[in-house]
């Protein structure tokens, strides 16, 4: 019992924290020396924890790391030759597919990301054109505030600063609610591992691009369809096309504010429903779905025992004289 | 000498272990009393189900469940622990009608429901070791990383401190089968502060449970879906737990009659009708609560789909009629018709987690209702806990205090 509060207390220094880093490095080009802003946001913060246990405006603020970097793919431009899943493959080394990467017949179904693939290509039809086939690449988003990264209890997932959204196998012991959490159901689990199971997804191949590559899906597309760059640009790059070309795309770039932003953009010819995206998602992150539930937990915690404790008071006491006991018998009693 | 002494101190063993152990009974006559169309039943269902049980550790998760990318939980988790934890509220409810409220007449069925709260939790820990991929990590959210964005770094941290909370409440029973007075004492003491740490767990978890499909908006049918989900959830496990105290205490009365006293049992017709009283009140709260979700979000349209139907039945079926079978229970103080209610209403709660966690989940997913019917390895594997689940309930209530009071030690 003892522990519980010291364990939603950190909650609470722990966002801080993380507000605070992420402000800190706002202001760096203010001048602002490092660790004195550092000292000051965490005092700051600790006082904002007091004044405001749920402190949740603090996190509205913040729009992302700006130099982050994004993907865009351009449904217009696939071809459906596969050969993103199969740089992806080599580039991560993933064991080898059961059907070669150069066997067409996959499109027959449709497929998922699963423990032995990153990224995969399905196939659809355009509802305008039917002879004409669309092709739709799956991985993971890089969600700007991960519904995975929420989801963990154990903060297995750490969004980048760089932009991608990274998972540490070892920290995770395996409760899936990451999977349940994620709009995209991007995440797979290696259920066949009795001894060493893990989740698998989309690295936005961040060991190329921290040395100043670039992913290698993006870099084996021969279509162009899989653009590399900071998202910033790619927003742009994705409104100029649609701008430019208004009768070959619809007018929605889609991760620009679903679920709270994508790093992972989109650009299509044909509706996304169509190409089963998932409709509906709010445009808030998902994780300010639960603040509101979070937020309450340190008023049950002061609220409930002062209340409870009180009826339970306030009913002895009536039993107490009740049984027509003076004060004195009581407390004769007490020292028995 | 020292021969006698060891020959006394086996023969002292000896009789330890027939009155604890053996209810009395010799070897002989012990397995003799053992051999129930109940037991058979329940070897047979563990000669299945713990080999399967045996291969999901050895093989792995996909050698007994669908192991599926887009189905990350099945029936070990939506019966297990969304099931199993309101129907455990039992312990919660009872101790603080009892203690903090007052309700002296109920004290006949506060260590009941304390046992069956201490079980349920424990028993919901196990269904998520079975689950969860490497349960050999079941205490990471509380040493190695701190989800603290998390509902279920929450409900981790409050279930590991309850089932510590409810030990110690259960703790009394068991210091009295071991005949010991001094820890009893202060265990005692404590009472009223556990109690208070148990209302403040256990409305923050079970109400977790539910904000924890709060993440998945797109994902869960938008009529289960609703920001006052916690609020469901924590409303429906408070009758959930009547109801199951209702349903315990009439089994054990049939079933396991001997380890009852005549306190209990004069007194339990009476109980049954006052607590399906507190339940059908509680159901009607539960119901007008869920029907201000449906108005808040607009979701009257939704009503007219094959989903919303399977909605209203839920609600009417399963929520609506088991209250007023209460209802009318209650008013012809009947406590057949009571208890008749309560199992109907703890028939709807189970509907009513496994809808949200399983069957109103991915419902855009193509061929969604094919995916959800659980493999027979994942089936045969609930069996077995739950068989393992009530055999050992029945050891406990046969062996300690719970529905009789122990000679020798008096009230407190
Ligand atoms: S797409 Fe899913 S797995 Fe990827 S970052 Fe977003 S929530 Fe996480
Ligand atoms: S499966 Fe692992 S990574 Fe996913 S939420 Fe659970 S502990 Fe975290
Ligand atoms: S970004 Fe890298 S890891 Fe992700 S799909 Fe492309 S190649 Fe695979």
Sequence with gaps: ?336 | MSHNGTVARIDDFRSWFMDKLLMGMSWPEYMRKMLTPFNVLAAIILSVGIPVIGMRFIYGLSAVTHASHDYPWGLTLGWGLFGGVPLSATGFIMATAYYIFGFKGYKPLVRLGVLVGFMGYLFAVIYLLTDIGRPWRIYYPMLMGFGTASVLFLVAWHVATYLTVQFLEFSPAILEWLRSTRVRRWANMITIAMTIAGIILSTLHQSALGAMFLLAPGKLHPLWYSSYIPHFFLSSSVYAALAMVIIVSALVVRFMRKSTDTNFRDNLDRLTIGLGKGAFIGMFVYFALKLIGVAHDDHWGLLATPYGYWFALEMIGFVLLPSLVLVYGVKKESAGIVRMGAAYAVIGVLLNRINVSIIAFNWQMPDHLHHIIPPWQETAMVLAIVTIHILLFRWIVNRMPVVRKEPGYDEH
């Design chain 1, 1 to 336: 019992m003892g522990k519980i509060p010291k364990g939603s207390e950190k909650d609470h220094e722990g966002d801080e924290m993380c507000v605070s880093e992420k402000k800190e490095k706002q202001q760096d080009h203010s001048g602002v020396s490092r660790r004195k802003f550092l000292k000051a946001a965490t005092l700051v913060g600790c006082t904002a924890v007091i004044a405001n246990p749920s402190n949740a405006s603090a996190y509205k603020e913040f729009e992302g790391w700006p130099d982050r970097y994004g993907m865009l793919t351009d449904f217009t431009l696939c071809v459906g030759c596969r050969s993103c899943e199969k740089a992806c493959n080599e580039a991560n080394g993933l064991p080898a597919p059961e059907r070669s990467f150069d066997d067409g017949s996959v499109f027959n179904e449709m497929r998922r990301p699963t423990q032995d693939a990153y990224t995969v290509v399905n196939r659809y039809q355009d509802p305008n054109e039917p002879d004409k086939p669309v092709y739709r690449k799956i991985q993971c988003n890089h969600c700007n505030e991960p519904a995975c990264a929420s989801a963990c209890p154990i903060h297995a997932y750490t969004k980048t600063k760089e932009g991608p959204v990274l998972y540490d196998p070892d920290l995770c012991f395996g409760c899936r609610y990451c999977m349940i959490a994620c709009p995209f159901n991007v995440p797979a689990y290696d259920y066949d591992s009795a001894l060493e199971p893990k989740i698998v997804k989309c690295v936005m191949c961040y060991d190329r691009i921290k040395e100043g590559g670039i992913p290698a899906c993006a870099d084996a597309c021969p279509a162009g369809a899989v653009t590399f760059g900071k998202r910033d640009d790619l927003l742009k790059l994705a409104k100029k096309r649609i701008y430019q070309k208004p009768d070959r795309y619809i007018d929605h770039v889609y991760g620009e504010h679903e679920v709270g932003g994508t790093g992972w953009l989109y650009i299509s010819g044909v509706p996304f429903e169509d190409l089963g995206f998932p409709k509906d998602l709010p445009n808030k992150p998902p994780i300010e779905l639960t603040k509101g539930f979070l937020g309450a937990v340190p008023v049950v915690f002061t609220v409930w025992p002062a209340l409870f404790g009180t009826i339970y008071a306030a009913l002895k006491h009536r039993d107490e004289l009740e049984n027509n006991k003076t004060e004195h018998q009581v407390k004769e009693e007490g020292e028995k």
